[in-house]
């Protein structure tokens, strides 16, 4: 079972380049986010998408924009990379918006920006 | 803005010894999961609670939300080297439609 998939795994930025991960899922989930994970910080959300059609801000959306492309897919942008963006990134999935419904997440990304 | 600020952040315990990791906000949720994250991977989920002052036992492991649905912690009894990793806590309220983590207790358990 994939579960949530996310791409690349690892790339490294120059300051000012621009690149997009890709998320998708294969659960029939409604609901997508994106996080990132800091030292020190746990995950702090990014945008998240309620729905298809639908996207809204988290905690920490500055410096990026998102699309959910279909159900299944859900992508992050960083049009120019900072190194303050340096971070591990997850994308994860839920079914729906009950009390305590389960996120599943993805393996994450190690993204760099030098 | 919802913050979920977990104690403590690094524990080192002999296997064998207990354990308590704690989950504190001012913000009242809805639900309240713990999720353990490996190296290399994302979290997975522990448990969810769901009502005030709920206990929930999970082997060695016990979760308890607290009765103002505001904070929440995870104890673990005779802990195990298996047990070492990021426990990580995250709240939901109903409405928001996302979950807010806690900063994560990086947990090793020396044999």
């Known amino acids: 079972n994939a579960g949530v998939t996310q791409t690349p795994k690892f790339q490294v930025l120059k300051t000012g380049q621009s690149m997009t991960l890709q998320c998708a899922q294969d659960?029939?989930?409604?609901?997508m986010y994106w996080y990132r994970q800091d030292p020190g910080m746990g995950l702090r959300l990014i945008y998240y998408s309620a729905s298809e059609g639908t996207t809204d801000k988290g905690e920490v959306p500055n410096g990026y924009n998102v699309s959910r492309l279909n159900k299944r897919e859900f992508s992050l942008r960083l049009e120019s990379a900072a190194p303050s963006q340096t971070s591990v990134y997850f994308c994860a999935s839920s079914d729906s918006w009950m009390d305590g419904n389960t996120i599943y997440f993805g393996e994450g990304s190690w993204l760099t920006v030098v | 803005t919802q913050l979920l600020e977990q104690s403590p952040q690094f524990l080192s315990i002999q296997e064998g010894e207990n354990l308590t990791v704690y989950c504190n906000s001012s913000?009242?949720?809805?639900?309240l999961q713990w999720y353990r994250q490996e190296p290399g991977e994302g979290p997975v989920l522990l448990v969810t609670v769901v009502t005030g002052g709920e206990v929930k036992k999970l082997k060695r492991l016990t979760f308890q939300f607290g009765d103002a649905r505001k904070d929440s912690s995870l104890h673990i009894t005779a802990a195990q080297p298996g047990d070492t990793g990021l426990y990580l806590c995250?709240?939901?309220?109903?409405?928001?439609?996302?979950?807010?983590f806690g900063t994560g207790t990086r947990l090793k358990v020396l044999a």
């Open positions: 659960m029939n989930h409604n609901s």
């Open positions: 913000s009242v949720f809805s639900s």
């Open positions: 995250a709240g939901y309220t109903s409405g928001t439609y996302k979950y807010i």
